[in-house]
Each structure stands twice: as structure tokens, then as C-alpha cells.
């Protein structure tokens, strides 16, 4: 077993499981283990998560450091969560207790930011100097990393680029669509804003432009195998969507010219993307040439609980 000095511990705290592991010095997963998370008890989610990782190091010494993922974000205001999907977790004073509980102080981050710095220590993106990354899933999440450090920011809101407006006014339609650019204005956000990027390029989003276009309701998966066999309604559905997140992370580009940008979520596996959406960003980046890369993540569904864990990056 790798030394007890090099070893962390990473806890993902989802709405309906918690997913803990114990993490070796050259990260390698030395302990794996998922325990449903209680819904709508905190008292009951912090009792498990100390459960967690007290089991994760029982075989050693030390107290290890421990990092969180999490669906929300501390407030810089209050101390308390905010913004989380485990919505019984918002308001309450989850590091502060965690901190009393464990005997330790834990390090938490929001499930985003920590699958940006999972692919930027040792995925992904590791050899790439300041990485931005993005979740396309049922909420469109993203994250911000220069020199493998993530950046939060004075409002701790770095990466929030999931509910910036698309702007739609600057969409350029192929010739050879027949789709035309949507209205701008047209989709509320949970937020209480309109037209965010979540609205367009999460699962929920593509679904609604595939039901808009065609007047059927489809999931995801099944959009993507209709196109595959060339369905015209399908294949232009997607080919706006490349579009689009290729308008939206246009932004992203001309504001933190990152030198990678990586794709985790589910929609991430659409492998047409790393080739789409890097030709549409050319007509929207303000640069005569963009070096970019756009990839896939390489931790996948294991990417927050790995990231959490590197909240305690090597020393
Ligand atoms: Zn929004």
C-alpha cells in the first residue's frame, strides 16, 4: 500500500449516493466505496459521510485529508451551502460540521470545479497549463484550473458558465441546415434568468430542441441513435447542438484562451463533438487561429470523487 503521507481520501456527495475512495500518492484507487445517500436527513448525510471515511482509513494511522464534492457551493456569505440538488444540505453549516466530526478540516468544492481539477492533476488535461472544464449532463456545470490549482474567485463563482446567456443573436447557421437560429429570450432558467447555456446544451435542453423541431419527445440516447442512421431531424438537432456549445465556449475562449477545455457528463459521449465543435468555434473565437484542444475526460463517472480528493494536491 502507498505511503500513509501521499494518501487522501475523496468523498462525492451525490443527491442519491455518496461515493468515497481512498487515493494513493500516485493516484491510484487503494479503496472504493458507494453508500446511499440519506435523502432529505442532514443530520443523517453528515453521520454517513463521517461513517465513510472512517471505514476508508481504518487500516492506517494517520487522520488523512479529506476533500468533498458536492453539488452546491459554500456561501462566502453565510459560511452555509448553497445551491444544492440535495436541497435539505442548503443553509446548513456543512464544512463546520464536517470539520467537528472528522476532527479534521475537510476541503470542499462543488462537483464541477472538482472534476475540472480530477482531469487537470492526472487526466485528461494533466500536461495543459490552464484547463477550463465543463459537466454537459442533466445541468450544465464548469470549472476553472491554471497550473493545476482551481481558481475560485471573489464571488466563488469561477466556471459558473452554465447560466451565462447563450448568445443566441450571434448564432451562424450553416447554409447546409435547415435549421434556422433559435429566438432568442424563448427558455426560462430554474435560475430566474433566460436562454442560460444550461437551457440549450444539458440532456433537458437537447431533448426540448429535438421535441421543438421534430414534435417528439426522445431521450437523449435515443436521439443520438436515430442520427446514426441518418435520420435529417436528428442529425441537424445535433449538428445544432456541436453548434451551440461551440457559441458558448467561444465566450470562454476570448476571456481565458485555455489550452485545453474537457467534456465529462453524459452527453461528453458523443464523440462528434471533439470534431464538431472545434470546426464552429473557428467563425465565433476572436483569433485568426485557435490551438485549443477540446477533449474527453479520461476519469469519467469517477472524475468527482478523484477530484475531491485532489483538493489536497501533492506536496
Ligand atoms: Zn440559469
Known amino acids: ?3 500513509e503521507h501521499s494518501m487522501r481520501i475523496g468523498i ?12 494513493g500518492g500516485n493516484g491510484e484507487i487503494l479503496i472504493r466505496k458507494r453508500v446511499a445517500t440519506p435523502s432529505g436527513d442532514y443530520r443523517g448525510i453528515v453521520a454517513a459521510v463521517t461513517a465513510l471515511v472512517e471505514e476508508l482509513e481504518a487500516d492506517v494511522d494517520d487522520k488523512l485529508p479529506v476533500g468533498i464534492g458536492t453539488p452546491g457551493a459554500i456561501s462566502l456569505k453565510t459560511g452555509r451551502m448553497k445551491n444544492c440538488n440535495a436541497t435539505c444540505l442548503n443553509d446548513m453549516p456543512l464544512k463546520e460540521d464536517l470539520d467537528r466530526s472528522l476532527e479534521r478540516p475537510v476541503r470542499i468544492a462543488n462537483d464541477a470545479d472538482c472534476m475540472t481539477l480530477s482531469e487537470a492533476s492526472d487526466g485528461a488535461a494533466a500536461d495543459f497549463e490552464n484547463v477550463f472544464g465543463v459537466i454537459l449532463g442533466t445541468g450544465v456545470g464548469g470549472g476553472v484550473c491554471i497550473h493545476g490549482s482551481l481558481v475560485s474567485g471573489i464571488n466563488a463563482i469561477a466556471g459558473e458558465w452554465g447560466h451565462t446567456t447563450l ?3 450571434a448564432y451562424q447557421c450553416d447554409q447546409s441546415q435547415d435549421l434556422q437560429a433559435p429566438k432568442p429570450a424563448l427558455r426560462s432558467c430554474f435560475c430566474g434568468r433566460y436562454d442560460c447555456v444550461e437551457t440549450y446544451l444539458s440532456g433537458p435542453g437537447l431533448q426540448r430542441t429535438y421535441l421543438e423541431t421534430s414534435g417528439s419527445e426522445l431521450r437523449v440516447e435515443q436521439i443520438v441513435e436515430l442520427a446514426s442512421t441518418d435520420d435529417a431531424v436528428a442529425v441537424a438537432v445535433l ?4 453548434n451551440l456549445l461551440a457559441l458558448a465556449l467561444s465566450s470562454v475562449i476570448n476571456i481565458l484562451d485555455p489550452a485545453a477545455i474537457v467534456l465529462a457528463g453524459g452527453l461528453s459521449n458523443m464523440q462528434s463533438l471533439y470534431n464538431k465543435v472545434p470546426e464552429y468555434w473557428s467563425s465565433y473565437v476572436f483569433s485568426d487561429q485557435i490551438s485549443t484542444r477540446l477533449l474527453q475526460s ?5 472524475s468527482g470523487v478523484r477530484g475531491a480528493a485532489w483538493l489536497w494536491p501533492k506536496t
Request: proline letters at 4%; zero cysteines; a negative charge.
Open 12 to 23: 462525492d456527495l451525490g443527491g442519491s449516493k455518496t461515493e468515497g475512495i481512498l487515493l
Open 298 to 302: 479520461k476519469h469519467g463517472d469517477s
Open 167 to 169: 448568445p443566441l443573436s
Open 1 to 3: 500500500m502507498s505511503s
Open 239 to 242: 449538428e445544432q447542438y456541436s
